[in-house]
C-alpha cells in the first residue's frame, strides 16, 4: 500500500471518527500482537467505531483506497489472527458492546461484537438462563465467532459454530447484511452463518450476533480423579461417552502439566500423575447416577484419589486453577516463553496420537506440558522456549509441526481450538485439499482487493 492511499485513507477516517481514530504509539503497539508467539506488526492506525453504519463507513473507505483492514476483539487469540502484517486500519469493537436483547422465553440474547463472555453470563445471572462457550479467555463475543471457539464445556453444549444462530456483518465494500435468524433451524438457501463463524475476519466483520442460551442445572458436581498414565484417563473418557453419560466438561492433564500447577497453585496439592478435571450437570438424582457410573469406569481403567467438589467456591477454585493451566505450564521455567498448538483428532486415536507426541517431545528435549479437552479428541501443548535461543525456537517449531503432521495422518485436523492465523495457514492445503481451492474462490468473490484481514487463512496472488 502506497503512503498517497494511507494518508488519504487516514484523512478520510479522521473526518468520520475524529479522536476515535488513534495513531498513538502505544495503542499501535497494543494492537499489533495478540497471545501468539509471532513477530508484531503495527497497524497504520486503530479505529474505535461505535455503530454498525460506522463500521461499514470504514469499510468504505478502507474498500475505496485499498486499505487493509483487520477485525479486533481484545487481543486473546493464539495464532497470531490479529497481527496487521500489512499494516493497514485495526478496526478495535470494544466500544460495542452492549447486550441488546434477551429473550427468557426463547433461550436466545442479542448482542454486540464486543461483548465479553463474561458481561454476557453477568448479565443472565438473574434469568437462570447461561452462556456456555467458555474458551478461558475473557474474550470477546465477535472475536470467538470469528475463530469459532470453544473450550471446557463444548463436549456437553458445543462450540460457537453450534451456538450462533445470526449474525450481522460487514462486508469489505460496507454493505450491511443479516444472516439467518432467530428460529432454531432453516431449509432456506446457503449457511452464511457458519460461512463467517471461523472465517477470521478474513470476509467480513461481524457487528452483531445472536447466540444460543441454557438453562443453569439444578444441580453440578465437579471432581479430580488419577491416573496411571494417559491412556488409562482417555480409555475411561471413550468408555463414559461410548455408555452415554452426559459429561458436561471432561479435561486431560498430563504429569508435566500437573507439576506446573502444583508450583503455580501451591493449594492444589494434587498427585504430579495424568488427571482428568471434569464436572456434571442434572438434578441432584441424576448427577449422583452419573457419578457412581463415572467411578466405576475410572476404577476399571486404574484411577484414583477422587477429590469432589459441589460447594460453588470449591468449584471455582478448580475450574480457575485450570484456566491458568497456560500461566502454570510456564511456572517450570522462569524467564522463558511459551509456543502453544492443538490439534484435533478422532477420540479413537487421541490416546495413540498423545503417546506419539509425547514421543516427539522427548526427542526435542523440551519441555511442553499438554492438556486437552479429550472429550472431543482435542489437545493442546505449550512449548517452553528461551526467548534469547533461536535454536530452541527452531526445535519448537519442528516439535510444533510434528504434532500437526500427528493430527492429519489420524484423520484429524491441525486446530480444534486455537484456528488458523499466521501459525498454520500452510497446513490447510493438504489438510482440506480440493476444497482449500473452494475457500480461495470464496475469498476472491467476498473481498476481491483482498482487503480483509490479508495474509491470513486463505491468500490471493
Known amino acids: 500500500m502506497t503512503t498517497a492511499n494511507i494518508d488519504a485513507t487516514l484523512t478520510a477516517l479522521r473526518a468520520l471518527l475524529g479522536d476515535r481514530l488513534s495513531t498513538g504509539p502505544s495503542v499501535l503497539d497494543q494492537h499489533s500482537h495478540d497471545e501468539a508467539h509471532t513477530a508484531p506488526a503495527r497497524p497504520d492506525a486503530v479505529a474505535f467505531p461505535d455503530t454498525a453504519e460506522e463500521v461499514s463507513q470504514i469499510l468504505k473507505i478502507c474498500s475505496d483506497h485499498k486499505c487493509p483492514v483487520i477485525p479486533y476483539g481484545i487481543g486473546s487469540s493464539l495464532e497470531g489472527h490479529i497481527v496487521p502484517v500489512h499494516g493497514g486500519i485495526t478496526v478495535d ?7 441488546l436483547d434477551i429473550h427468557e422465553s426463547d433461550l436466545d440474547a442479542v448482542v454486540e461484537p464486543g461483548v465479553t463472555r463474561t458481561q454476557l453470563n453477568d448479565a443472565l445471572r438473574a434469568t437462570g438462563l447461561m452462556f456456555t462457550v467458555d474458551p478461558g479467555a475473557d474474550a470477546t463475543l465477535g472475536g470467538m465467532a470469528a475463530t469459532r471457539a470453544s473450550g471446557t464445556n463444548t463436549v456437553r453444549y458445543g462450540t460457537m459454530a453450534d451456538n450462533v444462530l445470526a449474525l450481522e456483518v460487514v462486508l469489505p465494500d460496507g454493505q450491511i447484511i443479516q444472516t439467518g435468524s432467530r428460529a432454531r433451524k432453516s431449509s432456506t438457501g446457503y449457511d452464511l452463518t457458519r460461512l463467517f463463524v471461523g472465517s477470521e475476519g478474513t470476509l467480513g466483520i461481524i457487528t ?10 439444578e444441580h453440578i458436581a465437579a471432581a479430580t480423579c488419577a491416573f496411571p498414565d494417559i491412556a488409562s484417563a482417555v480409555d475411561t473418557v471413550i468408555l463414559a461417552i461410548q455408555t452415554g453419560l ?3 466438561r471432561i479435561e486431560l492433564l498430563d504429569e508435566v502439566q500437573m507439576q506446573g500447577m502444583n508450583v503455580y497453585n501451591p493449594d492444589l496439592g494434587l498427585p504430579e500423575v495424568p488427571h482428568l478435571f471434569l464436572e456434571f450437570h442434572g438434578t441432584e438424582a441424576g448427577v449422583a447416577e452419573q457419578v457412581a457410573s463415572f467411578e466405576e469406569i475410572v476404577h476399571d481403567n486404574g484411577g484414583s484419589d477422587f477429590q469432589w467438589a459441589t460447594k460453588t467456591e470449591d468449584r471455582n477454585r478448580l475450574w480457575q486453577a485450570r484456566h491458568t493451566a497456560y500461566y502454570a505450564g510456564k511456572a517450570l521455567r522462569k524467564g ?7 490439534c484435533c483428532v478422532p477420540i479413537s486415536a487421541l490416546a495413540e496420537c498423545i503417546a506419539k507426541t509425547k514421543d516427539l517431545i522427548a526427542e526435542s528435549g523440551l519441555i511442553a506440558p499438554l492438556v486437552g479437552h479429550v472429550g472431543d479428541g482435542n489437545f493442546h501443548l505449550l512449548i517452553l522456549i528461551d526467548p534469547n535461543d533461536p535454536q530452541e525456537a527452531e526445535r519448537a517449531a519442528r516439535l510444533a509441526e510434528g504434532v500437526n503432521d500427528l493430527a492429519l495422518r489420524f484423520g484429524g485436523t491441525v486446530s480444534g481450538e486455537h484456528g488458523v492465523g499466521l501459525g498454520k495457514r500452510k497446513y490447510l492445503p493438504r489438510e482440506h485439499g480440493a476444497a482449500y481451492g473452494l475457500m480461495t474462490t470464496l475469498k476472491r468473490a467476498i473481498d476481491p482487493d483482498n482487503i480483509m484481514n490479508p495474509g491470513k487463512l486463505v491468500t490471493l496472488n
Open 246 to 248: 452426559p459429561l458436561a
Open 336 to 342: 522463558c516463553e511459551g509456543v502453544v498448538t492443538d
Open 208 to 217: 452483531r450476533l445472536t447466540v444460543k442460551l441454557y438453562g443453569q442445572p
Open 93 to 99: 469493537t470494544s466500544r460495542m458492546n452492549k447486550v
